[in-house]
C-alpha cells in the first residue's frame, strides 16, 4: 500500500477539550463545599456542646460528603490549570472522568458500610432517640436539597471549538481538524455528559436518598414500634447506592479505556466516506472530555484526493473536536 503525496499547512492550535459549562460547575461545586463544610462545623459544634453523639455523628457523615466534592472540585480546577499543558497530548479533558470513577468506588464502599451497618441493626436492634435522629435526618435532607439545587442538577456540556491542522510525515499524509459544525442529525448523547457533576450530583442525591428512606424508617418505627424500619430503610438506600456507583463506575470506565462512546455515530461517519467511492479501512473514536470527540480516519482509494476533501464530508458531526485523516493509494 503506498500512500498519497498530498501535503498540508499545519497552523498551530491548542488541545483544549473541557466541557462548555467547565467554568459554571468549577464555582457551583465549590459553593456547595463551603454549604457542607459550615453545617458539617455547625453540626459537630453543637453535637459537642450539647452532647449529642447523634448530631457528631451527622457532622462526621457530611464530612465524608464533603471531602467527595472536593475531589470533584479540584479535578474541574486541575482540568482547567492544564488545559493547555503540552504533556497532555488530548488534553485534559478526561479529568472529571478519572475524578467520577474516583467518587463512584467512594460510593460503592459507603454503600457497603451502610449495608452492613444496616444488616448488623436488623440482626441487634438498638434503642432509637427519636427527638434527635428524625430532625437530624430532615436536616440532612435539606441540606442536599439546597445542595441539588446549588449544582443544578449536573445539566450537559456542549463545547466546541474549532481549529486546522495537517502536515505531511514524507509518504503518510495527515490531517487534524477541529470542527465546530451542527450535526442536525445526530442528537447530543451521552458523550456529552460532564461524568465529574454527575459523580457530585449522585452523592448529594445518594445521600438526599438516605435521609428520605431513613426519616420514613424512623417515623414509622416512632408510630408502630417497628424498630426493624429503621434498618430496612438503610438496605434499600444501600442497593439505590450500589446502582447508582455501579453505573457511574461502568461509564466513566469506559471513557478511561478509550472505548467507542457512539457506535452510530462512527458507523455514520464511516458511511459518510464511503459514499463518495473510497474505503474506510480503520477508524478509531474515542471521547477527549464532555461534548468532545477525537477520530483517526484511515482511507484507502484507488483515485486519493486530498484530506480537505475526506475532512469536509465529515462537517455537520458537531461533537467532532480533533479529526486525523490518513488517506493511502490502494494496492492494485
Known amino acids: 500500500m503506498t ?23 468549577e464555582r457551583r461545586t465549590w459553593l456547595v463545599i463551603g454549604v457542607c463544610s459550615a453545617m458539617m462545623l455547625l453540626e459537630i459544634a453543637g453535637g459537642l456542646a450539647y452532647g449529642s453523639i ?25 482540568a482547567r490549570r492544564h488545559a493547555n ?23 460503592a464502599m459507603i454503600a457497603l458500610l451502610i449495608g452492613y451497618e444496616a444488616v448488623s441493626r436488623l440482626l441487634a436492634p438498638a434503642p432509637i432517640r427519636f427527638g434527635e435522629a428524625i430532625p437530624i435526618a430532615v436536616l440532612g435532607l435539606a441540606v442536599n436539597v439546597v445542595s ?6 449536573g445539566g450537559h456540556d456542549h463545547g466546541h471549538h474549532q481549529h486546522g491542522h495537517g502536515r505531511d510525515h514524507g509518504h503518510d499524509t495527515h490531517d487534524h481538524d477541529h470542527h465546530d459544525h451542527g450535526d442536525h ?39 408502630f414500634g417497628w ?7 438503610g438496605i434499600v438506600g444501600a442497593v439505590v447506592i450500589a446502582s447508582w456507583s455501579v453505573s457511574l463506575i461502568r461509564d466513566t470506565g469506559a471513557i478511561l479505556l478509550d472505548m467507542n462512546p457512539d457506535r452510530t455515530l462512527g458507523q455514520r461517519m464511516r458511511e459518510a466516506i464511503e459514499a463518495g467511492g473510497d474505503r474506510v479501512a480503520d477508524l478509531h473514536l474515542w471521547r477527549l472530555g464532555p461534548g468532545h470527540l477525537g477520530a483517526i ?15 469536509d464530508r465529515l462537517t455537520g458531526f458537531d461533537a467532532l473536536s480533533h479529526l486525523t485523516v490518513e488517506v493511502s493509494v490502494r494496492e492494485p
Not at 99 to 105: D, E, K, L, P, Y
Not at 227 to 233: F, R
Not at 300 to 306: K, L, N
Open 148 to 153: 441539588a439545587l446549588l449544582l443544578g442538577a
Open 185 to 223: 442529525h445526530h442528537r447530543h448523547t451521552d458523550h456529552h455528559r460532564d461524568n465529574n457533576m454527575r459523580a457530585a450530583v449522585v452523592h448529594v442525591m445518594a445521600d438526599a436518598a438516605v435521609s428520605v428512606l431513613v426519616i420514613a424508617g424512623l417515623v414509622l418505627a416512632k408510630l
Open 3 to 25: 500512500s498519497a503525496p498530498f501535503a498540508a499547512d499545519a497552523p498551530e492550535h491548542e488541545h483544549v477539550f473541557l466541557g462548555e459549562t467547565h467554568a459554571r460547575n
Open 54 to 78: 447523634a448530631l457528631v455523628a451527622d457532622g462526621l457523615h457530611m464530612s465524608t460528603h464533603a471531602g467527595a466534592l472536593l475531589l470533584a472540585a479540584l479535578a474541574y480546577t486541575f
Open 227 to 233: 424498630l426493624w424500619m429503621d434498618p430496612l430503610a
Open 297 to 311: 480516519v484511515s482511507v484507502v482509494s484507488d483515485e486519493p484526493r486530498p484530506c480537505a476533501y475526506y475532512r
Open 85 to 107: 499543558d503540552p504533556r497532555f497530548t488530548f488534553g485534559a479533558g478526561k479529568f472529571g472522568d478519572l475524578a467520577g470513577f474516583t467518587s463512584a468506588i467512594v460510593l
